[in-house]
């Protein structure tokens, strides 16, 4: 059994990683946030899977390239968070953020990733499509979920997702290339 789980946020600048953070712990929306939250552990008897479990905030704006590799070091889990307002920065998951979490980790025990497509209030469509692709492409992604920091809406499930994706893994019953 896990002791703990530790779970990184990163992603281009505003897409709300801070947001999301503030949000789950104080169940509202906080209309002014900082760059960057401390490191916030929810103790286990208040999480889903009954484990202590860190969430840890990034920031471009106030770290630097070696401290992100270092927490990507040692993260269980990754959320890569983009707006879903903003195409660019969900481009970006694809072109930079996931590269960059694949040349840092050990490729025998990649750590798992979680899309997070947060502002859902703000668009009618979703992007589940493009992402549906990028999920078939990457099998290090565990899943996917378009929520809000604004409206609150999934983000309970987002958490509980990434400490499912640690406590329970499906990464290795699953890989298309050997599926018949
Ligand atoms: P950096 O610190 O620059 O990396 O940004 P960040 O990703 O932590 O984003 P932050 O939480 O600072 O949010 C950026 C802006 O988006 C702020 O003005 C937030 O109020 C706004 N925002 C965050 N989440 C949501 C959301 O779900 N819906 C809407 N409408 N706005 C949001």
């Known amino acids: 059994m896990r002791k703990d789980v530790r779970i990184l946020l990163v992603g281009e600048p505003k897409v709300g990683k801070t947001s999301l953070i503030m949000s789950l712990v104080s169940e509202e929306f906080p209309d002014v946030v900082p760059y960057k939250v401390e490191e916030i552990t929810i103790p286990a008897d208040v999480t889903p899977e009954r484990v202590p479990t860190h969430i840890v905030d990034y920031s471009e704006a106030e770290q630097t390239d070696e401290q992100l590799y270092q927490e990507i070091s040692k ?12 195409r660019k920065s969900l481009e970006k998951v694809t072109s930079h953020w996931i590269p960059l979490i694949n040349e ?6 990649r750590v798992p990733l979680i899309l997070v497509g947060n502002k859902s209030d703000l668009v009618e469509q979703s992007c589940m499509e493009t992402v549906l692709h990028i999920m078939n492409k990457y099998t290090e992604i565990e899943t996917c979920v378009e929520c809000s920091a604004k409206t609150l ?28």
């Open 75 to 86: 993260a269980n889990v990754i959320c890569i968070v983009y707006a879903v307002n903003n």
């Open 104 to 109: 840092r980790t050990d490729k025998d025990s």
């Open 153 to 180: 809406k999934n983000i309970s499930e987002l958490f509980y997702y990434a400490q499912k994706a640690v406590l329970h893994p499906t990464g290795p019953l699953y890989c298309p290339e050997r599926k018949q």
